[in-house]
């Protein structure tokens, strides 16, 4: 009889020690690919942002908000899993220099006393290039005329 109880007794334990590691590699892992597809997302949508007509007229960079937002949460949907909630937000976007900072909260399936586990991650994105000076610009700027057809030549 006590072998019997022994041997339930090691299968319980088991069982238990299955479900606390799955948890914590649950926690882990959607740790690590909340961080990474934070990080790939708002770099791409930064891309996407950037505007190109004041990129060729001065070479210097500048996003748009309303894009990168729109563009920051299509990507996002179309990635994320369903079992999770998540909570994004921004806080802070400049147009120039191109910063952004975006924050996502998401909850993990795994909860301990009725509270699930919160998965915070917080990335910072600048964005950069080589900064010059737009000679034609300036010129263009100094006399008092700012044609827009002439900045290719």
Known sequence: MSKAML?????????????VVNIVSNYQTGNELDYYLLRETAEAAMTDAVDVGYYRLSGLLRIDK?????????RFAQN????????????????????VSVLVKSETAASVNGEGLDLTNKVDVILESNYYKNKLVTDMTRA??????DVDK
């Open 7 to 19: 041997v339930v007794g090691i299968i319980l334990l088991a069982i238990i020690t299955f479900g």
């Open 66 to 74: 309303e894009k990168f937002v729109e563009s920051f949460i299509r």
């Open 80 to 99: 994320v899993s369903n079992n999770r909630t998540y909570d994004i937000g921004f806080y802070d976007i400049n147009e120039t220099p191109p910063k």
């Open 144 to 149: 008092g005329e700012l044609d827009y057809s």
